[in-house]
């Protein structure tokens, strides 16, 4: 089992919808969990970080944490062809992140 | 506020050859992190320290990479004897303290190509 698994994709989804990404982590003492944007041939860029159960919303970007179902996803509103990119999920252990392999999304004007 | 800066941004070299590359992170930033990236991978984590004490290098991929942060400031990852499968994007990144509470910046990375 992969520490950090995201679905591949490409996920598609047309300009204005809402982009659903997940991510699932296998080390329950896990504690914070990052989002990075990546577009091809450039380095990660930070989207947001949460650390608490629940929702944390942050412009058209929403983060949301389960701990006990060890899942955590980014939703995206509005989606923009700007947007799209590879969407990597992120878990802090042991004083570095470990990431997940990155999810495709193309939003079609 | 300046971002985290890697030198060289491309690296072209041949097999056997030694590499090695730069990173400068934000100024205040006292962590710092190497990671490698390949086509369609996330990053992977190599090492990283805190001011001049590397903490974790257990991620080093073999015995010839190694990394050093002489000062605490900026950092030198170094690949001996490059092979192929060292082809990769090799990024740095910086956080100010403990990175589960304080995000990680990173910088453009050093993609390298191994002839």
């Known amino acids: 089992q992969k520490e950090v698994e995201q679905n591949s994709g490409p996920l598609s989804v047309p300009e204005g919808a809402i982009a659903s990404l997940n991510c699932t982590y296998s080390?329950?003492?896990?504690?914070?969990f990052f989002w990075y944007r990546q577009y091809s041939g450039k380095s990660p860029e930070l989207i947001m970080f949460i650390y608490s159960n629940g929702d944390k919303e942050d412009g058209r970007f929403t983060a949301q944490l389960n701990k006990a179902s060890q899942y955590v996803s980014l939703l995206i509103r509005d989606s923009q062809p700007s947007d799209s990119a590879t969407y990597l999920c992120?878990?802090?252990?042991?004083?570095?992140?470990?990431f997940g392999q990155g999810t495709e999304l193309s939003v079609k004007p | 506020d300046t971002g985290v800066s890697q030198n060289p941004r491309h690296k072209i070299t041949k097999r056997g050859q030694n590499v090695t590359f730069r990173c400068d992170p934000i100024?205040?930033?006292?962590?710092l992190y190497w990671y490698r990236q390949t086509l369609g991978q996330g990053p992977e984590f190599l090492t990283y320290?805190?001011?001049?004490?590397?903490?974790?290098k257990s991620r080093l991929l073999s015995d010839r990479f190694s990394a050093e942060r002489p000062k605490g400031s900026f950092s030198t990852l170094e690949i001996q004897r490059t092979e192929q499968g060292d082809s990769a994007m090799y990024l740095c990144?910086?956080?100010?303290?403990?990175?589960?509470?304080?995000?990680?910046?990173f910088g453009d990375g050093t993609r390298l190509s191994i002839l």
């Open positions: 100024s205040e930033h006292n962590r």
């Open positions: 080390d329950r003492g896990s504690q914070s």
């Open positions: 990144a910086s956080s100010l303290g403990e990175g589960g509470q304080q995000p990680q910046h």
């Open positions: 320290f805190q001011n001049e004490a590397q903490l974790e």
């Open positions: 992120a878990v802090f252990q042991g004083g570095k992140l470990i």
